[in-house]
C-alpha cells in the first residue's frame, strides 16, 4: 500500500521560505516520477513543480524561479524548496506519485494528505 506523508507546511511572512517533505512507503520510489500540487478552496488543483525518474523538473510558470522540487531516493523522499513566497501561494499542498517515470497530466496515481501553507503580507 502507497502511503505519502508530507510535512513542512507552515505560517510564513511573505518573502519568507519554507521546505516541503514527502516521504513515500510501499512504492519502488526510484521509478516513478513525483510532483507538488496544490489547491485553494474553490479553485482546481494546480501543478507546481514535477519531477522524474531521472530528475528532469518543470514547474508551474508562477513558481518559476522561486521554487525548486528535488529527490533523494535514498531516502524515499521528495522536496519542494519555497522561497521568495508570496501571498498567492497560500493553499494547501500535495504530494503526487505518477503512475510512470514522467510527469504526465492526470496520470497521477497516489496522493498525500496535504500540507496547508500560509503566507502572511
Known amino acids: 500500500q502507497v502511503q505519502l506523508v508530507e510535512s513542512g507546511g507552515g505560517l510564513v511572512q511573505s518573502g519568507g521560505s519554507l521546505r516541503l517533505s514527502c516521504a513515500a512507503s510501499?512504492?519502488?520510489?526510484?521509478?516513478?516520477?513525483m510532483g507538488w500540487y496544490r489547491q485553494v478552496p474553490g479553485k482546481q488543483r494546480e501543478l507546481v513543480a514535477g519531477?522524474?525518474?531521472?530528475?528532469?523538473?518543470n514547474y508551474a510558470d508562477s513558481v518559476k524561479g522561486r521554487f525548486t522540487i528535488s529527490r533523494d531516493n535514498s531516502k524515499n523522499t521528495v522536496y519542494l524548496q519555497m522561497n521568495s513566497l508570496k501571498t498567492e501561494d497560500t493553499a494547501v499542498y500535495y504530494c503526487?506519485?505518477?503512475?510512470?517515470?514522467?510527469?504526465?497530466?492526470?496520470?497521477?496515481?497516489?496522493w498525500g494528505q496535504g500540507t496547508q501553507v500560509t503566507v502572511s503580507s
Open positions: 503526487v506519485q505518477y503512475s510512470g517515470s514522467y510527469v504526465i497530466p492526470h496520470s497521477s496515481r497516489s
Open positions: 510501499g512504492i519502488t520510489f526510484s521509478m516513478y516520477a
Open positions: 519531477i522524474t525518474s531521472g530528475e528532469r523538473t
